[in-house]
């Protein structure tokens, strides 16, 4: 069974550009969380969703953004990037919420 | 609120030794769950176990063993006869429905474990 597949791998932007991370769940996960993860913050939690919906927000600002898709594939989008939106990303997807969640090898987004 | 906390940054063992890590927890919930993820240098998070608020029986798989206790808000993991394959960094994380949060993880910072030959 396929795990979760993230990509890109790695990605380079500069500042004031936006980025688009994808991510596709374990086939019949209908749960899909984002997490940011950095040396300073550690793993913090950015959203939840669940067909289709957005269920749970972390504490991040407005410019990080995502969506699930009926296939329950999920983007996550960040916009105005900055320097400190450097970070591995990792998506996570579980059965149903609140089941163990898996997670993926992570996008690394660097911000020149 | 709801916090996770692992005092111990790194650890250091030799091969064969018997290791701890700590994990204490901070919830205003009953029903809650907690777990412990590896992530080796690769980068991903490897689920190891997950254990209920109402289910204080420890756990042993293989050479892994978690301790629960609700009295000291503890959930601890042992790994007996450590190996080198085991360097890597061990999260414990909480998930509770406090504030409509179930479903999120919240991590603590982590444990960096390094078993030398």
């Known amino acids: 069974k396929a795990g979760v597949t993230q990509t890109p791998r790695y990605l380079i932007k500069t500042r004031g550009q936006q980025v688009t991370l994808s991510c596709s769940p374990i086939?019949?996960?209908?749960?899909v969380s984002w997490y940011q993860q950095t040396p300073g913050q550690g793993l913090q939690f950015l959203f939840e969703?669940?067909?289709?919906?957005?269920?749970n927000k972390g504490n991040f600002p407005g410019r990080f953004s995502g969506r699930q898709f009926s296939n329950s594939r999920s983007e996550m989008n960040v916009s105005t990037l900055e320097l400190g939106d450097s970070a591995l990303y990792l998506c996570?997807?579980?059965?149903?919420?609140?089941?163990?969640?898996?997670f993926g090898d992570g996008t690394r987004l660097s911000i020149l | 609120a709801q916090k996770v906390t692992q005092a111990q940054t790194e650890i250091s063992v030799v091969e064969k030794e018997d290791v701890t890590l700590d994990c204490v927890y901070e919830?205003?919930?009953?029903?809650?769950?907690l777990f412990w993820y590896k992530q080796p240098p690769s980068g991903e998070l490897v689920f190891l176990i997950r254990?209920?608020?109402?289910?204080?029986q420890n756990e042993i798989s293989g050479r892994y063993s978690w301790n629960f206790q609700k009295s000291t808000s503890s959930f601890n993991f042992t790994i007996t006869a450590s190996q080198v394959v085991d360097s890597a960094v061990y999260f414990c994380?909480?998930?509770?429905?406090?504030?409509?949060?179930?479903?999120?993880?919240?991590f603590g910072k982590g444990t960096k474990l390094s078993v030398k030959p």
């Open positions: 969703y669940f067909s289709e919906t957005q269920r």
């Open positions: 086939s019949g996960h209908r749960s």
């Open positions: 994380a909480l998930s509770d429905t406090y504030g409509g949060s179930q479903g999120n993880l919240i």
């Open positions: 254990r209920n608020s109402f289910d204080e």
């Open positions: 919830t205003r919930d009953t029903t809650y769950y």
């Open positions: 996570a997807s579980s059965l149903y919420v609140g089941q163990p969640q898996h």
